[in-house]
């Protein structure tokens, strides 16, 4: 995992942006390193890169966005599409979990797709 901080991706009032390799921070949580937020935010956006890896980079873009659209017409709200994307439902629940990634069984994500 390469970590680049910097104010430009993710978009503001985001923390962290998974591209694999790279984790994208936003430069003003670079203080948050070592502490139990950041090890929160690291399992969050590993647990992406294993999503990513499993769908071959190109379809995990794609079906995230597609998803992302849908949502955002169910639910009229940004926030609310961006968390029950499955890919976020996965990570969020799991992010506390260090030893998600050695149990996690592939394509698990395909369980928080839901209406």
């Known amino acids: ?58 379809f995990f873009y794609c079906w995230y966005v597609i998803e992302f659209i849908i949502r955002l017409v169910i639910h009229k709200n940004v926030d609310k599409a961006y968390r029950n994307i499955s890919f976020e439902r996965e990570a969020y629940q799991h992010e506390q979990e260090e030893n998600y990634l050695f149990t996690r069984k592939k394509y698990q994500w395909r369980h928080f797709i839901k209406g």
């Open 1 to 58: 995992m390469i970590i680049i901080f910097n104010n430009i991706i993710p978009f503001k009032g985001f923390t962290a942006l998974a591209f694999y390799p790279f984790l994208f921070v936003r430069h003003e949580f670079k203080s948050y390193q070592h502490t139990n937020s950041w090890y929160r935010m690291i399992q969050h956006e590993k647990i992406h890169f294993k999503q990513q890896i499993e769908m071959l980079f190109v």
